[in-house]
C-alpha cells in the first residue's frame, strides 16, 4: 500500500481545525498562520498530485490513487474510497489553492479569528472530500458537512443580512441534497448486489427501467443544479454572496459551484445515459437562459458584488450548455476549462472587490469614478480580471468559451448555442460599464483622496491566480491533456 | 435473569431516604449496576413465556437505562435548589420509571405489557407534577395524568377485544389464533378493525403521534426539564417497544393491502406523515426550547414509525438505531436546557443569544446535539435517518404495493427541511448575535457527563457505527423477521 495522498489531502485541513482550535483564541497571530500552514500544505500535496498525475496517470481514463475501497460500515455497505481522475485533478488543484488564497486573504478578519480559521479548515477538508470520495455516502457525507461551516461563516461573519442569508442558503442546499439522497438510496435498492460504490453504479444505471431513470436523474439534477445554480434555482446566490465574507465568496464561487458541475459530470450524467438523451435540450435551454439573465441581471446591478456574483450565475450557464452537449468531447473539455477558469476569475474577482470593500466601505457602483488615477496598480489588476472574465483572447476564460461554442455547435440546436454567444456579448457590456463607472471618468477627491493602494499580502493573495489564468489562456494543452483521456471515456459511457 | 435489575433497583430505591445529593449519585451507580448485570446475563425467559430477554428487550433496556441515566445526571441542579425536601422520591421515580420500561420491553403477554407501560407512566405523572407550587408544572402533571389515564383505558379496552378474538393474551400464541381464525372465517370483521384502531390510538397517546399529540408540548413545558427530557426518550421508547411487540408481533399477519380492512400498515403510515408535518411545521412558530423540542420529538417518532412500518428486518433495526441515535442527541440536547435553566431561569429560545461568546462549550455541544437531530453527517441523527430511508425505499421498491412508502420518504425528506430552520434558529441565537450573552453557564460534574456522553454517542456512531447496527439488527430476530 502506497501513501495515503488523498486521505492527507482531506484530513490534513481537518488536523488544521483541531490544532487552531487548541490554540488560545488571543494569539491570533498564531491563530491565521498555522491555518495557513495547514492549507498550504494541503495546497502543495495537491498540486503535487496534480503534478504526478499529469505525468505519471493521464494517458488512461481509470482511478489513480485509489485508496480502498475499505469497508466503513459493512452492515449498509458503505465503504471509504477514494480516487482520482481527469476531472477530479484540476478540481482538487483548484481547491487547494482557492483555499489557501482564501486563508490568505482572510488575515484581516478581526473578529473571532479563532473560529473562523477554524470552520474554514472544516470547509476545505470537505470540499477536497467531494472531489476524492468514489463512494456514496461518503460523497454524501463531504457534501452535507460543507453546509454547516459555510452556514457560520456566512451567519457570524456576513454583512447585514447575514442571518436570511445564510439559513437560505443552508435550507436550499439541503433541499436538494435529500433528493439526492433518496435517488442514492433508489439506486442501492436496485443495484445487485447492493453497493453504494459510484463506479459500479454506473454500469448499474442504465440497465434501471427507464421512469426510475428519468426519476433518480431529476432528482440528482435538483440536488446538482441548486449548487450551480442553474437558473431557475439561483435564488441563493446572489444574498449568500453579497452577505458572505469575501474569503467565503471566493471559495463559494470558485469551488462550491463546482461541485454542481462536477457531480453531474462524475455522477448523474454517465449513470443515467438514457434519461439524459431525453432531457438534454431541456438542460441546454436551462443553460442559455442563465447566460441571458444572468448577464442581463448583472448589467442591472448597483452593487459591485452582486454584479459579480449575478456574472457567475452567467458563467456557470456556460458550463450547463456544455454538459447538454454531452457527446463532444470538446465541449465537455471546455465546461472543464470553464470550471477551471471561472474558479480563478471570479474568485479573483471576489478578492478585489473585497479589497475595494475593505478600503471605501461601499461597494456601490455609482459611488466611485476615476479610481484609476489614485490607486493604478489596483485598476490594473481589476482590469486585467475583468478582461479575462468577458473572454479577451489570451486569457483563460476566452479557451473555455470558445472550446463550448465549438463543442457545442456541432450537436445541439443551433439556434440555441447562437443565443448563448450573445452571453459574451452582454459580458462584456457589464464588465466594461463597470470598469468605466469605477476607475474612469471623474475622480471625486474629496471622498476618496485617502484611498490606500492594495497591500502587498493582497496582491500575493492574487498574483497565482492571475499566473494561471494567463498561462492557462496561452498555453491551454497542459490542462487539456490532463484530463482528455478521462473525458474520452467518459463520453463512451454517456454513448451507451 | 433480568429480575436481578429489579431487586437492584428497589434496593436502591430503599436506601435513599438519606439526604444531600449522595441519593443521585447512588441512583446512578444503581443504574450502572444494572447495566452491568444486563450485559453479563444472556438471553432467556422467566415465568413461563411471559418475559423473555431476547434481543430486542436488551437493545430496549440499554435505551432506558441510558435515558434514566442522563435524566439524573441532569437533575442536579433542580434537587439542589429547587426540591431539595423530595430527592429521595424525585429519583426514586424516574428509578421506578425505568423498571416500568424494562418489566415491558421483557413481556410477552399483553397484560404484563399493560402492567408495565403502566409502571412506566404512573410515576411520571407525578415526576411532570413535582414542582408543587408552579402552576405550569401542576397542570402538566394533571394534563398528563388525564391524558394517560384515557389512553390507557383505550389501550385496554383494544386488548380487551384481541382476547375476545384470540381467547389468549400471549402474543406469539394470539399471533397463531388469529391467523387460524382469519384463514378459517376469511374475515375477522370489523371487531378487529376497532381493536386495531383503539390500539393505535392509545399507544398513539403514549407516543405523542398526532392527532393524538395536544397534551406533549404543555407537559413538557410545564414538566421539570430532566422529566421532559426522560419523557421525550424513555417513555417514547417504551411506546415504540409496545407498538412494535403488538402491531409486529401479535398483528404483524394484518398488514398489507391485501389485508383491507384490517390493515394497520397504511393507517400507521398516515399517523406518521402527520408527525413529521405537524412536528416539524408547528416546531417553527415556537419561541421557548422546551416546546420546541416537544415538537420536535413528535417529528422524531414520525421518522421512526417509518421504520415501523416498513415492517421489515432492515426497518425494525432502522427502528433501534434511530432511537439510540435520538436518545444521546435529544438527552443531550434537554441536558444542555436544563443547565441553562438552572442558571437563568428561562427557557426562551431569545435568551440563548450570545451565548457562544460567554460558554462556547455549551454553545458547541447543543448545536452538535441540533444538527444531529435535524439528520446532518457525519452525525448519528444523520446516519437514523438514512437507515429509516433506505428501509421504506427498500419495501417499496421490492414489493409495487407498498409504492405508497415513497410518499412517506417524500414527507420525510420535505419535512427534515423544515426541521433545519428551527434547530438552526436556535444556533442563529447562539452565534450570529454580536453581543455577548448576560449569562454564563458553568458546569458540575454530572451535567459534565451529560454532554460527554451524549457527543461520544453522537460522533462515534455516527463515524463508527457498525457495533451498535449490528446489534440493532439483531433486534428483528425477536420477532422471527429474517434479514434478506
Redesign the interface.
Given at each position: 500500500m502506497s501513501f495515503p495522498f488523498l486521505s492527507s489531502v482531506v484530513f490534513v485541513p481537518l488536523l488544521g481545525m483541531v490544532v487552531v482550535m487548541l490554540i488560545p483564541k488571543q494569539n491570533v497571530w498564531t491563530i491565521r498562520w498555522t491555518s495557513l500552514a495547514f492549507s498550504l500544505f494541503a495546497m502543495v500535496m495537491s498540486f503535487w498530485i496534480t503534478w504526478d498525475y499529469f505525468f505519471n496517470y493521464s494517458g488512461s481514463a481509470a482511478m489513480a490513487y485509489v485508496e480502498g475501497p475499505y469497508q466503513w460500515?459493512?452492515?449498509?455497505n458503505i465503504q471509504y474510497y477514494l480516487g482520482v481522475d481527469g476531472i477530479s485533478v484540476p478540481m482538487m488543484f483548484l481547491t487547494g489553492l482557492l483555499s489557501a488564497v482564501s486563508i490568505l486573504a482572510s488575515f484581516n478578519i478581526k473578529i473571532r479569528v479563532k473560529?473562523y480559521f477554524a470552520f474554514f479548515l472544516l470547509l476545505e477538508a470537505a470540499m477536497m472530500g467531494v472531489f476524492v470520495a468514489l463512494d456514496f455516502?461518503l460523497f454524501?457525507?463531504f457534501w452535507?458537512?460543507m453546509?454547516?461551516p459555510m452556514?457560520?461563516l456566512i451567519?457570524?461573519w456576513g454583512g447585514p443580512r447575514?442571518?436570511y442569508a445564510?439559513?437560505k442558503f443552508?435550507?436550499y442546499t439541503?433541499?436538494g441534497s435529500?433528493?439526492m439522497?433518496?435517488s442514492i438510496?433508489?439506486l442501492?435498492?436496485?443495484s445487485e448486489p447492493h453497493t453504494l460504490d459510484i463506479m459500479g453504479l454506473i454500469q448499474v444505471g442504465p440497465a434501471m427501467p427507464h421512469t426510475l431513470q428519468m426519476v433518480c436523474f431529476i432528482f440528482f439534477f435538483i440536488a446538482f443544479a441548486i449548487k450551480v445554480p442553474v437558473w431557475p434555482f439561483h435564488t441563493w446566490l446572489p444574498d449568500a454572496h453579497v452577505e458572505a465574507p469575501t474569503a467565503v465568496s471566493v471559495i463559494l464561487a470558485g469551488v462550491l459551484l463546482k461541485m454542481g458541475t462536477y457531480a453531474m459530470l462524475r455522477i448523474s450524467w454517465p449513470m443515467f445515459p438514457e434519461a439524459l438523451r431525453s432531457l438534454s435540450l431541456w438542460i441546454a435551454v436551462l443553460g442559455v437562459i442563465a447566460i441571458i439573465y444572468g448577464a442581463l441581471v448583472s448589467m442591472a446591478q448597483k452593487d459591485l458584488k452582486k454584479l459579480v456574483a449575478y456574472s457567475s450565475v452567467s458563467h456557470m450557464g456556460f458550463c450547463i450548455l456544455a454538459l447538454a452537449a454531452f457527446s463532444s468531447v470538446t465541449a465537455l473539455a471546455g465546461c472543464m476549462f470553464q470550471m477551471v477558469s471561472h474558479g480563478l476569475i471570479t474568485g479573483a474577482l471576489f478578492l478585489l472587490v473585497g479589497v475595494l470593500y475593505d478600503r471605501a466601505h461601499t461597494r456601490e457602483i455609482a459611488a466611485f469614478g476615476g479610481l484609476g488615477v489614485k490607486v493604478p496598480v489596483y485598476t490594473g489588476i481589476m482590469v486585467l480580471f475583468s478582461m479575462a472574465s468577458l473572454g479577451l483572447p489570451g486569457m483563460s476564460g476566452f479557451v473555455s468559451e470558445f472550446m463550448i461554442f465549438v463543442g457545442s455547435f456541432g450537436v445541439l440546436n443551433k439556434v440555441l448555442v447562437g443565443i448563448a454567444v450573445l452571453g459574451v456579448v452582454l459580458g462584456a457590456t457589464y464588465l466594461l460599464r463597470m470598469i468605466q463607472r469605477i476607475f474612469l471618468g471623474e475622480f471625486d477627491l474629496a471622498r476618496w483622496g485617502k484611498l490606500p493602494e492594495i497591500n502587498f499580502r493582497e496582491i500575493v493573495a492574487v498574483a497565482p491566480l492571475a499566473v494561471l489564468t494567463i498561462a492557462i489562456g496561452v498555453f491551454p494543452k497542459p490542462l487539456s491533456m490532463l484530463m482528455s483521456a478521462t473525458l474520452e471515456h467518459l463520453v463512451n459511457l454517456m454513448a451507451r | 435473569m433480568f429480575l436481578w435489575a429489579l431487586v437492584v433497583i428497589s434496593f436502591d430505591l430503599f436506601t435513599k431516604r438519606k439526604t444531600g445529593s449522595a441519593v443521585g449519585y447512588l441512583s446512578l451507580v444503581g443504574l450502572l449496576v444494572t447495566g452491568f448485570i444486563l450485559s453479563i446475563t444472556g438471553y432467556g425467559q422467566g415465568f413461563t413465556t411471559m418475559f423473555f430477554n431476547d434481543p430486542m428487550s436488551l437493545f430496549f433496556k440499554i435505551i432506558f437505562l441510558g435515558a434514566a441515566f442522563m435524566a439524573i445526571a441532569s437533575s442536579f441542579g433542580i434537587t439542589s435548589q429547587k426540591i431539595v425536601n423530595h430527592r429521595g422520591e424525585y429519583f426514586g421515580l424516574i428509578l421506578l420509571s425505568t423498571v416500568g420500561m424494562m418489566f415491558l420491553s421483557s413481556s410477552n403477554e399483553l397484560l404484563s405489557l399493560y402492567i408495565g407501560l403502566e409502571l412506566t407512566t404512573i410515576p411520571l405523572f407525578v415526576l411532570a407534577a413535582f414542582f408543587k407550587d408552579d402552576k405550569l408544572s401542576v397542570e402538566a402533571g394533571i394534563k398528563y395524568f388525564v391524558v394517560g389515564a384515557f389512553s390507557s383505558a383505550l389501550l385496554l379496552y383494544g386488548i380487551s377485544f384481541l382476547y375476545g378474538l384470540s381467547g389468549t393474551t400471549d402474543l406469539v400464541q394470539l399471533k397463531i389464533n388469529l391467523a387460524i381464525t382469519h384463514l378459517t372465517f376469511r374475515n375477522i370483521g370489523l371487531i378487529l378493525v376497532l381493536s386495531i384502531v383503539l390500539l393505535l390510538a392509545g399507544i398513539g397517546f403514549k407516543l405523542a403521534l398526532p392527532p393524538f399529540h395536544q397534551w406533549t408540548p404543555d407537559v413538557y413545558e410545564g414538566s421539570p426539564t430532566p422529566i421532559a427530557a426522560f419523557l421525550s426518550v424513555g417513555s417514547k421508547a417504551a411506546g415504540l417497544v409496545a407498538f412494535a411487540k403488538i402491531f409486529l408481533n401479535g398483528l404483524s399477519a394484518f398488514y398489507g393491502p391485501e389485508m383491507a380492512p384490517n390493515d394497520w400498515g397504511k393507517l400507521t403510515g398516515l399517523l406518521a406523515c402527520l408527525a413529521m408535518i405537524v412536528g416539524n411545521v408547528l416546531a417553527i412558530r415556537q419561541s421557548n426550547i422546551k416546546r420546541m423540542l416537544a415538537y420536535s420529538s413528535i417529528a422524531q417518532v414520525g421518522y421512526i414509525m417509518i421504520g415501523m412500518v416498513a415492517m421489515s428486518a432492515l426497518g425494525l433495526a432502522s427502528v433501534g438505531f434511530y432511537i439510540f441515535a435520538y436518545l444521546f442527541a435529544n438527552m443531550g440536547a434537554f441536558g444542555i436546557v436544563a443547565f441553562f435553566e438552572d442558571k437563568t431561569g428561562s427557557c426562551q429560545i431569545a435568551s440563548y443569544s450570545g451565548l457562544s461568546k460567554t460558554s462556547p462549550t455549551l454553545a458547541i455541544s447543543l448545536s452538535v446535539f441540533l444538527l444531529s437531530l435535524a439528520g446532518i453527517p457525519p452525525l448519528a441523527g444523520f446516519l437514523a435517518k438514512y437507515y429509516v430511508f433506505a428501509s421504506a425505499i427498500d419495501a417499496a421498491s421490492s414489493d409495487p404495493s407498498y409504492s405508497w412508502m415513497y410518499w412517506l420518504v417524500g414527507v420525510g425528506v420535505v419535512t427534515a427541511v423544515f426541521s433545519l430552520y428551527y434547530y438552526a434558529n436556535v444556533i442563529k441565537n447562539m452565534y450570529f448575535a454580536t453581543e455577548p450573552s448576560l449569562y454564563r453557564v458553568d458546569f458540575s460534574v454530572p451535567a459534565m457527563s451529560v454532554i460527554v456522553i451524549g457527543l461520544v454517542g453522537v460522533f462515534l456512531f455516527g463515524l463508527y457505527p457498525e457495533p451498535i447496527l449490528r446489534f440493532a439488527s439483531s433486534i428483528p430476530l425477536s420477532f422471527g423477521f429474517v434479514p434478506h
Open positions: 460500515i459493512p452492515s449498509l473560529e455516502f454524501y457525507v452535507e458537512v453546509l454547516v452556514y457560520f451567519g457570524v447575514k442571518e445564510a439559513i443552508f435550507l439541503l433541499f435529500l433528493f439522497l433518496v438510496l433508489i442501492y435498492f436496485t | -
